[in-house]
């Protein structure tokens, strides 16, 4: 935030997940409630640990959960639910609806990714986002798999030349 203009603090959402158990251990300063839909589409909002940005004062104790196998777990920038006219409750219930629909592959055009979570991303992304959108708009989602696949390690420097790589890399 100190190499932004005007900037004073961040949000954050740090996941410890362990694949094999299925134990999600998470903390959230300032940002959005992580977001969990099951294989029957059925969505739920994990509880926020902390309500204030890094930079702001934030103060959080992390959170232990589940996720089940087959659960997909979605995060998002605010940016997504987001919109003028537009309660933060009602963009979150659009939200879990989309996902909840893109999980059981309702909706969706032919050409539908097949991997869940590239689905659930691609179809709450141009659905929600359709009317338009203020703020950036990001969303990553992982499903859990009854076999976990192998541990993937990288580093990247911290530049915005990079993104190409890393995007190229986790495909």
Known sequence: ASRTPGGFAATVCVMLIDPAAGDLTYVTCGHPAPLIVDPSGTTR??????????GAGASATPL??????GEVLVLYSDGLVERPGRTWESGLAMLATVVGEAMLGRSLPLDR???VPER???HAV???TRPGHLDDVTMLAVQRR????APW???YPARPDQLE???ADLR
């Open 153 to 155: 390690y990288a580093q």
């Open 146 to 149: 009854a076999r976990p696949v």
């Open 165 to 167: 790589a890393m995007r």
């Open 64 to 69: 232990t959960t589940s996720l089940g196998i």
């Open 126 to 128: 141009e659905l929600v």
């Open 45 to 54: 909002f994990l509880p926020l640990t902390g309500h204030r940005p890094l």
């Open 113 to 115: 990714p097949e991997s």
């Open 120 to 122: 659930v991303c691609a």
